[in-house]
Antibody, heavy 118, light 107 residues
């Protein structure tokens, strides 16, 4: 049974960067693809992109191009999401999720709250 | 990008009622559609994939249908634990976009 455990809440200043981790247990990390999804307060879900640890190949949603970096550390079974040049609109809960059968998100992390405020 | 439009955005209903939520894609998505349920303060939970395939452990009162651009999630007899927000998601092409959500509230 795969479980995804994310790092704790972050408070950041505008213009800074944040790195969120997502540690997988109970499965074959390198064989998975991980998506990152965020949810601003009171808003819907927004897909940010995905990473394939085996090939270290990321796909980023156009909206985040240039600010977003996904990495995967196969030695620790951990996926990372780093978002730079933070602004107040980036305040959200950030989720990692495992993809199966195309890009169905069947297992989710608990979410990491990132607050951006001066 | 494929736009996903859900309707209604919210609905008030009662335990035992039948509920139908619609999701329309801006172009055909060949049944590459998933439905998720999100309870307050929790991560989304996968209910159905491939438009109509129920995930293991999901009650049979949930069902999905549709084709092409128009898809439906139906809850045959609403239970107290079903009051939540429901999202559709297309995974036909990147970026994998979500619908705006449908909040199912107690009348």
């Amino acid at each position: 049974q795969v479980q995804l455990v994310q790092s704790g809440a972050e408070v950041k200043k505008p213009g800074s960067s944040v790195k969120v981790s997502c540690k997988a247990s109970g499965g074959a990390f390198s064989s998975y693809t991980f998506s990152w999804v965020r949810q601003a307060p009171g808003q819907g879900l927004e897909w940010m992109g995905r990473v394939i640890p085996l090939a270290d190949i990321p796909n980023y949603a156009q909206k985040f191009q240039g600010r977003l970096t996904f990495t995967a550390d196969k030695s620790t079974n951990t996926a990372h999401m780093e978002l730079s040049s933070l602004r107040s609109e980036d305040t959200a809960v950030y989720y990692c999720a495992r993809e199966v059968r195309g890009a169905v998100l069947d297992v989710w992390g608990q979410g990491t709250t990132v607050s951006v405020s001066s | 990008d494929i736009q996903m439009t859900q309707s209604p955005s919210s609905l008030s209903t009662s335990v035992g009622d039948r509920v139908t939520i619609t999701c329309r894609a801006s172009q055909g998505i060949s049944d590459s559609l998933a439905w998720y349920q999100q309870q307050p303060g929790k991560a989304p939970k996968l209910l159905l994939s491939a438009a109509s395939t129920l995930e293991s452990g999901v009650p049979s009162r949930f069902s999905g249908s549709g084709s092409g651009t128009d898809y439906t999630l139906t809850i045959s007899s609403l239970q107290p634990e079903d009051f939540a927000i429901y999202y559709c998601q297309q995974y036909y092409s990147i970026p994998f976009t979500f619908g705006g959500g449908t909040k199912v509230e107690i009348k």
